[in-house]
């Protein structure tokens, strides 16, 4: 870890790759303060921040969306071609730009092929799992990158420990991406601010989104061992060393007050 956020290989073939062929995952964590963007707002902290990660790396630009949840990713070529823009995901081939999203308890999703060198990440909530596909698509449409040849690493996010879903999202999520992902929650399991306190059914479910995102991953036949996924839960962090959404909204009562985190790919 360096100062406010932490950083994290791709692997392939299992063996991590080093940072001078590949690109570097990151992600700040909550002590570096809320990463929280809109293209209508001032984030000092952000900007600030920001600068001094750019220094680290020889001072290469970042390069932003505003998240909405969707499926939209864009191909970027120069630091101002996502201005105003708002969608989940960037690809490009531009080193010199550091693509970013933000999560609290989403995941991020890194990746890159180092045949075309294109590289990118993508935020992938729960309305939006499947945005994995869709940049992969787009970075095979514009410079024919090959599905298979990616590595893939699956950020720091909530992971089934604590992310507890009623029947109808179980449902969704097993008919699109498979039933491997859901496991029932045990009887007697006491869900508290893990789960919606007002949540009244009887039948609920623990959900891996790791899983749901492998699901596809196969599907699109990217090697097992070219996939790194980080271990980390950020609802249930040691002293909530992540931001999180489900466990900070729910601890103060207040459902805008959590630590979005920055995402980025470095190259």
């Known amino acids: 870890m360096i100062s406010d956020f932490i950083t994290f290989p791709f692997i392939r073939n299992g063996i991590a790759l080093e940072n001078k062929d590949a690109p570097v995952c ?4 909550r002590s570096c303060g809320s990463m929280r963007f809109r293209w209508n707002e001032e984030n000092d902290l952000r900007q600030k921040k920001f600068s001094q990660i750019s220094k680290i ?13 969707t499926k939209i990713v864009y191909d970027v070529k120069n630091s101002d071609d996502t201005k105003g823009f708002v969608g989940d995901g960037i690809i ?9 999203v933000t999560v609290a308890d989403c995941v991020p999703i890194y990746f890159f092929d180092p045949i075309t060198r294109v590289f990118g990440i993508v935020h992938s909530g729960w309305k939006g799992t499947g945005i994995i596909k869709e940049a992969l698509e787009l970075a095979h449409k514009n410079y024919n990158a090959q599905p298979q040849n990616f590595c893939i690493a ?9 992310y507890i879903v009623d029947s109808v999202r179980a449902k969704y999520f097993s008919d699109n991406f498979g039933s491997e992902c859901l496991k029932p929650l045990e009887q007697n399991v006491h869900v508290d601010w893990k789960f919606s306190q007002s949540c009244t059914e009887k039948k609920l479910y623990r959900l891996s989104l790791a899983k749901a995102n492998l699901f596809i991953l196969q599907k699109l036949g990217i090697p097992k061992e070219n996939i790194f996924i980080h271990e980390d839960c950020t609802c249930c962090s040691k002293n909530g060393f992540y931001g999180s959404n ?22």
């Open 57 to 69: 790396f020889d001072g290469k630009t970042f390069v932003p969306v505003e998240l909405n949840h």
């Open 246 to 267: 489900r466990r900070e909204t729910l601890e103060t009562g207040k459902s805008d007050c959590f630590t979005a985190q920055a995402a980025f790919i470095v190259y």
């Open 26 to 29: 990151g992600l700040t964590v």
């Open 154 to 162: 699956i950020g720091p996010h909530i992971h089934e420990c604590c």
């Open 92 to 100: 490009t081939l531009n080193r010199n730009l550091i693509p970013t």
